[in-house]
C-alpha cells in the first residue's frame, strides 16, 4: 500500500541536501548548511576509526547479542581476565563506540502494530525553514528513525503508529507544523522481514 499528500503550491521545491549524481547512494556531505541544521554535525561527519583489537571487536560482537550478559561470562568468552575485559568496555563506552544498552520491545505486545515509510519531499531547503521538521523529528516519539537521503525525496522517515488513523493523525500534525513540506509518500510495512541495530564486525 503506498500513499502520496501533496501541498498544494506554486513553488517548485529544491532539495534539502546535496545529491550525489549517482542515486544508489545515501550520502550525508559535510557542508556550513548541515552544521546549522544540526548542531552536533561535526560530531557524526568525518569521524576518526578507532583501531579495535581482536578482544574489542568480540566484546563487540557479544554485547550486540545480549547486552545483559554477566563480566564473568563475557570475559570468559573473550578468554581475558574480569578486570582487563571490565577496562575494555569501559574504554568502549566512553570513546562512544558503544553509545547505549537497551532493551528490545516487541511494538505489537504494546499495541503499536502499523509502520510506515515515509519519503518526505521539502519546498526549499534553508536551515531556518528546516529548524521546525528537525524538531518535529525529534519530539515525536513515534519516528523510530529519520535520515537525509538521496534520490527523489530529501528524507525518509520511519514511523511506528498504533493503527491507519492513528498514522493519518501524525501525518497531519507534521503538516500542520511543517509548512516547508511540500508533499510525502508513504508505505505501508506489510511484513517485517528483518529488524535489528546491530553492526557487522568482522
Given at each position: 500500500?503506498?500513499?502520496?499528500?501533496?501541498?498544494?503550491?506554486?513553488?517548485?521545491?529544491?532539495?534539502?541536501?546535496?545529491?550525489?549524481?549517482?542515486?544508489?547512494?545515501?550520502?550525508?556531505?559535510?557542508?556550513?548548511?548541515?552544521?546549522?541544521?544540526?548542531?552536533?554535525?561535526?560530531?557524526?561527519?568525518?569521524?576518526?576509526?578507532?583501531?579495535?583489537?581482536?578482544?574489542?571487536?568480540?566484546?563487540?560482537?557479544?554485547?550486540?547479542?545480549?547486552?545483559?550478559?554477566?563480566?564473568?561470562?563475557?570475559?570468559e568468552r573473550v578468554g581475558l581476565s574480569q578486570s582487563s575485559t571490565q577496562?575494555?568496555?569501559?574504554?568502549?563506552?566512553?570513546?562512544?563506540?558503544?553509545?547505549?544498552?537497551?532493551?528490545?520491545?516487541?511494538?505489537?505486545?504494546?499495541?503499536?502494530?502499523?509502520?510506515?515509510?515515509?519519503?518526505?519531499?521539502?519546498?526549499?531547503?534553508?536551515?531556518?525553514?528546516?529548524?521546525?521538521?528537525?524538531?518535529?523529528?525529534?519530539?515525536?516519539p513515534e519516528v523510530q528513525e529519520a535520515w537525509c537521503t538521496s534520490g527523489r525525496g530529501d528524507y525518509t522517515l520511519v514511523i511506528l503508529a498504533?493503527?491507519?488513523?492513528?498514522?493519518?493523525?501524525?501525518?497531519?500534525?507534521?503538516?500542520?507544523?511543517?509548512?516547508?513540506?511540500?508533499?510525502?509518500?508513504?508505505?505501508?510495512?506489510?511484513?517485517?522481514?528483518?529488524?535489528?541495530?546491530?553492526?557487522?564486525?568482522?
Amino acid at each position: 500500500m503506498r500513499r502520496e499528500y501533496h501541498r498544494r503550491r506554486g513553488v517548485a521545491g529544491c532539495s534539502s541536501c546535496d545529491k550525489d549524481a549517482s542515486e544508489n547512494l545515501r550520502i550525508i556531505p559535510y557542508s556550513l548548511h548541515w552544521a546549522g541544521v544540526f548542531p552536533d554535525f561535526r560530531d557524526f561527519v568525518g569521524i576518526s576509526i578507532m583501531t579495535l583489537t581482536k578482544a574489542d571487536r568480540e566484546i563487540l560482537k557479544l554485547m550486540q547479542q545480549d547486552a545483559t550478559i554477566t563480566l564473568a561470562a563475557l570475559s570468559e568468552r573473550v578468554g581475558l581476565s574480569q578486570s582487563s575485559t571490565q577496562r575494555r568496555l569501559q574504554k568502549l563506552r566512553d570513546d562512544k563506540v558503544i553509545l547505549r544498552d537497551v532493551s528490545v520491545v516487541d511494538p505489537k505486545a504494546i499495541g503499536s502494530a502499523v509502520s510506515m515509510l515515509v519519503e518526505v519531499e521539502l519546498e526549499r531547503d534553508r536551515p531556518e525553514l528546516l529548524q521546525p521538521f528537525m524538531r518535529w523529528i525529534a519530539e515525536t516519539p513515534e519516528v523510530q528513525e529519520a535520515w537525509c537521503t538521496s534520490g527523489r525525496g530529501d528524507y525518509t522517515l520511519v514511523i511506528l503508529a498504533q493503527s491507519v488513523e492513528h498514522f493519518d493523525v501524525l501525518a497531519d500534525r507534521m503538516m500542520e507544523l511543517n509548512r516547508n513540506i511540500r508533499k510525502f509518500t508513504t508505505s505501508v510495512v506489510l511484513k517485517t522481514l528483518k529488524r535489528t541495530l546491530a553492526v557487522h564486525i568482522d
